[in-house]
């Protein structure tokens, strides 16, 4: 079992930048591919960015690659998404996902943290 931590999160200005963090545990993930979602109230959970352990990402929204940047450091096991230039509407729920490369479900998740915009 893999179990997923995210820290990192709070409250920010709109123009600031955070930087989320994933910590990863139970089996080393280099079987997984490792991604963020982020679900606002009332809306659907949307796919943010993923990342696999050879390197390659991949975005949500094209247009995100600009402000959105997900990383990762082997050698602690834990993935980061970079959020420069934060708008009102990046405010929601940020959760880390876990899925193996094969598969396209993500069968692991943290519990959330919260991300909020003050304008």
């Known amino acids: 079992q893999v179990q997923l931590v995210e820290s990192g999160g709070g409250l920010v200005q709109a123009g600031g930048s955070l930087r989320l963090s994933c910590a990863a545990s139970?089996?080393?993930?280099?079987?997984?591919?490792m991604g963020w979602f982020r679900q606002a109230p009332g809306k659907e959970r949307e796919f943010v960015a993923s990342?696999?352990?050879?390197?390659?990402?991949?975005y949500g929204i094209d247009s995100w690659k600009g402000r959105f940047a997900i990383s990762r450091d082997i050698l602690k096991n834990t993935v980061y998404l970079q959020i420069n230039n934060l708008k009102p509407e990046d405010t929601a729920n940020y959760y880390c996902?876990?899925?193996?490369?094969?598969?396209?479900?993500?069968?692991?998740w943290g519990q959330g943290i919260q991300v909020t915009v003050s304008s």
């Open positions: 996902g876990a899925r193996m490369a094969a598969e396209k479900e993500y069968d692991y």
């Open positions: 139970g089996s080393r993930l280099s079987n997984y591919v």
């Open positions: 990342i696999s352990w050879n390197g390659q990402r991949t």
